[in-house]
């Protein structure tokens, strides 16, 4: 079964500054890979998605990129805000009537 | 407003009981998951219905089980509650097409 695996675990970074979460997943047959933001206390939000046939997908100050070959997606967080402090999460599904896989999540944490 | 609802936000129950978490949804939605987080896992699947009175076991099942009698309602229920189920349990549901699944805002168990 499909396998994902996220990096950081924890991120910290100064107002302003931007983030960069990663992933991987196993199943090269997974084409749709949400990215999931967790305030306390909150179920995840989807925050922003991209399949597999694009490479990057942006809005506003957030970005996804996909490397298929590798087996690869990130997170990018440009000019970042307080308020984008929360633990976020990246999943990818293969078939549209199975389940998300999750990774373990990283906890973001923006100083100002 | 699309919604997922959890029946508790918090529950405390004892070691041996049986207990049941309910969680209904108003998009007609035809797949429904149960997840569990724990700090440093991230979120595992327990069990996912992509129809009324269907299942399917998902990473973790052993010690739950579900039931979906009605499109709009998936219950988990822990047989026999054991210290180690105190976790926070999260329930989604998602279309039939590759898009967002929406979580609920999470049940907080404590067995004691």
């Known amino acids: 079964g499909e396998n994902v695996e996220q990096h950081p675990s924890t991120l910290s970074v100064q107002e302003g500054d931007s983030a960069v979460i990663k992933c991987t997943y196993s199943d090269s047959a997974s084409n749709y890979f949400p990215w999931y933001k967790q305030e306390l206390g909150k179920g995840p939000q989807l925050i922003i998605d991209i399949r597999s046939n694009v490479g990057e997908k942006k809005d506003q100050r957030i970005a996804v990129t996909l490397n298929k070959t590798a087996k690869h997606f990130s997170l990018h967080i440009t000019e970042t805000q307080p308020e984008d402090s929360a633990v976020y999460f990246c999943a990818a599904i293969a078939l549209a009537g199975t389940a998300l896989i999750f990774g373990k999540g990283t906890t973001l944490s923006v100083s100002s | 407003d699309v919604k997922v609802t959890q029946s508790s936000r918090y529950l405390v129950k004892r070691t041996g009981e049986k207990v049941f978490l309910e969680c209904v949804q108003d998009m007609d939605h035809e797949n429904m998951f149960w997840y569990r987080q724990d700090p440093g896992l991230g979120l595992r699947l327990i069990y996912f219905s992509y129809d009324v009175k269907m299942k399917e076991k998902g990473d973790i099942p052993e010690g739950y089980s579900v039931s979906r009698e009605k499109k709009e309602r998936f219950s988990l229920i822990l047989e026999s509650a054991s210290t180690n189920q105190t976790s926070m349990y999260l329930c989604?549901?998602?279309?039939?097409?590759?898009?967002?699944?929406?979580f609920g805002q999470g049940t907080r168990l404590t067995v004691v």
């Open positions: 989604a549901s998602r279309g039939v097409v590759l898009t967002e699944a929406f």
